[in-house]
C-alpha cells in the first residue's frame, strides 16, 4: 500500500503543505507494528522491552546506529545514583540494564550502586540484547520526518527518513522517546521550553580520555569540581582556556587507564534547531581538548602521557521542550516528596540545575541563582518522590505516551526527572500502558486501566508506593 506525502512538521506546530513542496510521488506505507517507539535511548528501549514483553508487535527507531541515547552515544560516564541511600529504588527494566551494565566495569566495587561508571561499548550491548529478546524490531539510522493527524488530532501515521527514504508507519499507539518531544510537538501537544527568557539548561558533551594513570586513587576522586582541591579551580582561574567557563568537572574510571568526563558547559542551546546544534557540537570538541590540555598542565601526575580518545556523538543536552501532560509534576510535589494513585515509579535525584552565570535565574518561581550547592534540595536517605501516569500522557492526544525527560514536569523538577535511571522507569510504563491501550481501550491512553498497569509494574519488580 502507498500514501500521498504527508504535511511535514517544523520546529512548532506549523506544517509546510505539500503543495508548496510539489511533491507528488506517493510513500509506501507500513501497518505491521501494534506500538512504534520513536527515540532508543533508556526510555525508548524500556518501552520496547516492555511493550515486547507484552506480546505486541513493536518498532523501535533510533537516529542512531546504536541503542542507549546519553549512556553510549552520549558518553555520560556514570549513573546517577541507583538507591535512595537504603535500598535500590529504579527497579523493573531499570534494575535489570543497571546489573548487566556492572558487567562491563568489573573493578567497580560490589554493592555499589550510585555513580558507577559505565562502559558505553558494553551498555551498546546490553540494551541490544534486552530489546533483541523482547522481540522488538529496531530500525537505527532512521529519523522521524514528519506526523500526520487524523480529524479529531490523534495520530494517524508517521513519515520515517533513511537511505529507503521516506516511509509512512501507522500503528495503534506510538511512544515519543526523543527527549526532545518532537513526535508530541509536530503533532500539536503544548509544551514549555526554557525558562520566562527562553533559557534552557546548560549542555554538555561529553568525552574520553585514555592513558591515564590514576595509580593514586585519593588524588583521582578529588578531580571534581565541588571539590576544593580540584584543578578545575585552578584552570579557570588561570585563564588560559577560554571555552572552560565553570567548575563543572565530572569524571570517572570507566576502564583501564581510561576515564570518562562530563566537563564544561554550552550556554544558549536549543536542541529543537539543528543550526544551534551544528555550532554547538565543534565548540563541544574544543572544549574537550581544552580540557585534556588544561588537565596535563595541572595534574601531570595523572594525565601527562593521556589523550583524547572519543568524543561524544550526541550532545548532552539537559533540557529543551517539556510536553504538557494530564499532570504537571511540580516543584511543591517534589519537597513534599509526594506519592500519587497512579504512580508508576519512584525518583530520588536531587534537583540538578545548570545554568547560565549570565544573570541570576529563576526556574519554576524558584530562584536558582546558588544553586551550585543543591544541599537544600537534596532528599534524606529512604526518601523519594513517585511519578504519575498522567506526566505520561500528553493532552489532547489519544494515542501517543510520552517517556523520558521531556515528561511533563515543572522545569525545575525536570532537572531531577531527566536522568537515565528515570527514564527507564518512565519507558518500562509507556510500553505496557501502550500495549493495554491498543487492546482494551481503543487506543486511547488517558484510558488506561491504572490499577492493572500498577499490578503489571509491580510483577516485574517496580518499586510503587
Not at 508530541?184 to 521550553?193: I, L, Q
Amino acid at each position: 500500500m502507498a500514501v500521498t506525502a504527508m504535511n511535514f512538521g517544523t520546529s512548532g506546530s506549523a506544517k509546510i503543505q505539500e503543495s508548496l513542496l510539489d511533491f507528488n510521488r506517493s510513500i509506501p506505507l507500513n501497518k505491521d507494528y501494534d506500538v512504534i517507539i520513536i527515540g532508543g535511548g533508556p526510555s525508548g528501549c524500556a518501552a520496547a522491552i516492555a511493550a515486547g514483553r507484552e506480546g505486541s508487535k513493536v518498532l523501535l527507531i533510533e537516529a542512531m546506529g546504536c541503542l542507549g541515547g546519553m549512556g553510549t552515544s552520549g558518553l555520560v560516564p556514570s549513573w546517577t545514583p541507583f538507591s535512595d541511600g537504603e535500598q535500590i529504588i529504579y527497579r523493573g527494566i531499570a534494575e535489570k540494564v543497571f546489573y548487566e551494565s556492572l558487567k562491563g566495569v568489573p573493578h567497580v566495587p560490589k554493592g555499589k550502586t550510585d555513580w558507577v561508571p559505565i562502559n558505553p561499548e558494553w551498555l551498546k550491548v546490553v540494551y541490544d540484547r534486552m530489546v533483541k529478546s523482547s522481540n522488538a524490531e529496531i530500525m537505527f539510522y532512521s529519523r522521524l520526518a514528519s506526523v500526520n493527524l487524523k480529524g479529531n488530532g490523534d495520530v494517524d501515521a508517521i513519515i520515517v527518513s533513511n537511505k529507503s527514504g521516506l516511509t509512512a508507519y501507522q500503528a495503534k499507539v506510538y511512544i515519543d522517546c526523543t527527549g526532545d518531544g518532537d513526535l508530541c510537538a509536530w503533532a500539536g501537544a503544548s509544551f514549555t521550553k526554557g525558562n520566562a527568557a527562553g533559557m534552557t539548561m546548560q549542555a554538555t558533551h561529553s568525552f574520553k580520555i585514555a592513558n591515564i594513570n590514576p595509580f593514586n586513587l585519593e588524588l583521582f576522586n578529588s578531580l571534581h569540581g565541588a571539590n576544593p582541591n580540584s584543578p578545575a579551580r585552578e584552570i579557570l582561574s588561570s585563564g588560559k582556556y577560554p571555552l572552560i567557563k565553570d567548575t563543572h568537572l565530572v569524571i570517572s574510571l570507566i576502564g583501564p587507564n581510561t576515564a570518562g568526563l562530563n566537563a564544561g558547559h554550552l550556554d544558549d542551546i536549543d536542541s529543537t534547531d539543528p543550526v544551534c546544534i551544528s555550532h554547538a557540537m565543534p565548540t563541544g570538541r574544543e572544549i574537550s581538548f581544552q580540557y585534556l590540555q588544561a588537565l596535563k598542565e595541572f595534574r601531570p601526575e595523572i594525565f601527562a602521557s593521556s589523550f583524547l580518545v572519543n568524543t561524544a556523538q550526541l550532545l548532552g543536552v539537559r533540557e529543551s521542550r517539556i510536553i504538557e501532560g494530564d499532570y504537571i509534576l511540580s516543584f511543591k510535589d517534589y519537597l513534599a516528596r509526594a506519592s500519587f494513585s497512579d504512580e508508576i515509579g519512584r525518583n530520588n535525584y536531587y534537583i540538578d540545575i545548570h545554568t547560565t552565570k549570565k544573570e541570576p535565574e529563576s526556574i519554576s518561581g524558584v530562584n536558582t541563582s546558588n544553586m551550585d550547592d543543591p544541599e537544600p534540595y537534596r532528599y534524606e536517605n529512604g526518601e523519594s518522590h513517585g511519578i504519575p501516569y498522567r506526566c505520561l500522557t500528553p493532552k489532547g492526544i489519544k494515542n501517543v505516551l510520552v517517556a523520558g525527560r521531556c515528561i511533563s514536569t515543572e522545569e525545575i523538577v525536570q532537572g531531577s526527572t531527566r536522568i537515565q535511571a528515570a527514564c527507564l522507569v518512565t519507558g518500562e510504563a509507556s510500553g505496557i500502558a501502550a500495549v493495554h491501550a491498543s487492546r482494551n481501550h481503543k487506543n486511547d491512553v488517558h484510558q488506561v486501566d491504572i490499577a492493572f498497569l500498577r499490578k503489571r509494574l509491580k510483577e516485574e519488580g517496580q518499586y510503587i508506593r
